[in-house]
C-alpha cells in the first residue's frame, strides 16, 4: 500500500485549509458587519445633528423676525 500515508496526509491538510479559509471568510464578513454598522451610526448622528442645526436655525431666524419690528427687517434685508 504504498502513497496511503501520503494520500491520507494530503486529504487532512486540504480539509484544515478550507477549514482556515472558512474561518477567515466568516471572519472577514463579521469584520465588514461591524464597520457597516459603525458607518451606519456614524451616518445617523451626522443626520441628527444636521436636523438639530436646522431646527434651530430655523428657530433662530423666526424669533429674530418676531423681535423685530418690520421696517427694522426690511431694512436688515436691503443693506444685505
Known amino acids: 500500500m504504498p502513497g496511503t ?3 491520507v ?10 477549514g482556515l479559509d472558512l474561518a477567515l471568510s466568516r471572519e472577514k464578513a463579521a469584520r465588514a458587519k461591524l464597520l ?3 458607518n451606519a451610526t456614524i451616518a ?4 441628527v445633528e444636521d436636523f438639530v ?5 430655523a428657530d433662530y431666524t423666526a424669533a429674530l423676525a418676531a423681535a423685530a419690528p418690520a421696517d427694522t427687517l426690511a431694512a436688515a434685508f436691503a443693506a444685505a
Open 53 to 57: 442645526r436646522a431646527k434651530a436655525m
Open 44 to 47: 445617523e448622528k451626522r443626520a
Open 9 to 18: 496526509l494530503c486529504v487532512g491538510g486540504a480539509r484544515y485549509k478550507h
Open 5 to 7: 500515508l501520503s494520500t
Open 36 to 38: 457597516a454598522d459603525h
